[in-house]
């Protein structure tokens, strides 16, 4: 039994374990990640940084969550999935909590990289965690509970929504410090939900000998679709409250345009593409995940005010993190169980490839004539182009994989047979 401890599972249904990992997405995307937009335009502008700079400090949070999606499965190996997954949350925890301590680039960049190490970490490990809950056939159930985990993304964002302004509105020019130190005390609270529901997680079968195949070579145009999403949706999530800033919408009317988003993508992702996801074959899925949140990006493109913004939020939120969703599925679908850990991470890690360069690239962009907007037509054309590569993807489903017995169940087998 994959567990943090030697103690026994208690019975609880399978959405109650699935809700509590999705602490796991709230901490490292719902904060890490994305409230970084939020607190990116009153540091941009205390600290002198040029959209460059900002998207460099993006990128080593990027450059992090690569080696932390690569190391992934070898964390889950080595402590066991439960282990990794919490531990993964307390680092990201301090990482916010020492964010909030210091205005020097080069901390926030070496805290940003570690924040980015440790929450990929728990991202895959917990997509893994939340992709056996369900250990039934039923594909629909099973992307129903995956659905919820990611619900914690939308979840995290709300949250840091209500914080990051409450806390620039109180604090003034220094409140983006107050507002690190807020989510990470409210990371660490997360910490007990998650560790409860990781050890009622049922156990990975262990491989049989010598069964070293993956399947991962049968997903290339998934690597290559999460690569590109990764880039486009992530510059639209890092500069789009700064050109709403632009545009001269208030700090509370761009917290409302955070929440709408983030609201929209915890309702969305449980409500309506647990379903979707279940139900289409292939590189379907992801298709349409890109497709619609190209359409989410384009109202802050072509208008402004607050209700382009609120209909961009609305459009964007609704499918974002449906596509972290969809290519959990679809891996699970296509690759032995004992293969879904390592294959969730390196899909992981081309997704961080994409987010690593995407707001760098837009950030240049930003800086150029043009200004922000010039930079988020990037994420249009890398969107569309992620489309394309998704469509392309046919899904060949894996034989079913061959276990062995655990090894303290060996003994007890022979003794059968004798």
């Known amino acids: 039994m994959d567990t943090l401890g030697a103690g026994t599972t208690r019975p609880r249904s399978e959405y109650l374990t699935a809700l509590g990992l999705a602490a796991g997405p709230v901490v490292a995307l719902g904060f890490t990640r994305f409230a970084y937009a939020l607190l990116l335009p009153s540091m941009r502008i205390e600290l002198g940084w040029s959209y460059a700079a900002a998207g460099g400090l993006n990128t080593a949070n990027a450059l992090g969550y690569i080696i932390g999606a690569a190391s992934g499965a070898w964390w889950a190996k080595r402590y066991g999935g439960g282990r990794a997954f919490v531990w993964g949350m307390v680092i990201s925890a301090l990482a916010l909590l020492g964010s909030g301590v210091t205005s020097a680039f080069a901390a926030l960049a070496v805290l940003r990289f570690i924040g980015g190490l440790a929450t990929a970490v728990t991202f895959v490990v917990g997509s893994a965690l939340a992709s056996r809950v369900h250990t039934g056939a039923r594909q629909q159930r099973s992307a129903a509970l995956v659905a919820v985990y990611m619900t914690g993304v939308g979840i995290g964002v709300v949250l840091s929504g209500i914080a990051v302004p409450a806390a620039l509105s109180a604090w003034g020019a220094s409140g983006w410090q107050a507002g690190w130190l807020l989510m990470g005390i409210l990371a660490l609270i997360a910490v007990g939900p998650a560790a409860r529901a990781a050890r009622a997680v049922p156990a990975a079968p262990a491989a049989a000998a010598g069964q070293g195949r993956t399947g991962l070579g049968r997903m290339t145009w998934s ?28 700090t509370w009317s761009t917290a409302a345009f955070f929440i709408v ?142 276990t062995v017995a655990p090894q303290d169940a060996q003994p007890a087998a022979q003794n059968q047979k004798r």
């Open 261 to 402: 988003l983030g609201a929209a993508s915890a309702l969305a992702t449980l409500l309506v593409w647990g379903r979707i996801i279940g139900r289409l074959r292939g590189g379907t899925a992801p298709a349409l995940v890109s497709l619609v949140v190209l359409l989410g990006v384009l109202p802050v493109l072509l208008g402004d005010g607050l209700a382009a913004a609120l209909v961009s939020a609305l459009v964007f939120g609704s499918a974002f993190m449906a596509g972290p969703t969809s290519i959990t599925v679809l891996a699970r679908r296509m690759l032995p169980q004992h293969a879904w850990t390592s294959g969730i991470a390196w899909l992981t890690v081309a997704f961080s490839v994409g987010q690593a360069v995407g707001p760098l690239v837009s950030g240049i962009l930003s800086d150029s004539s043009g200004g922000i907007a010039k930079g988020l037509w990037l994420s249009v054309i890398l969107l569309a182009l992620s489309a394309v590569a998704a469509f392309i993807q046919r899904e060949r489903p894996t034989a079913p994989a061959v």
């Open 223 to 250: 690597f290559v679709w999460y690569v590109l999403f990764g880039a486009g949706y992530v510059s639209y999530m890092t500069f789009v409250i700064a050109l709403l800033h632009d545009q001269g919408l208030s």
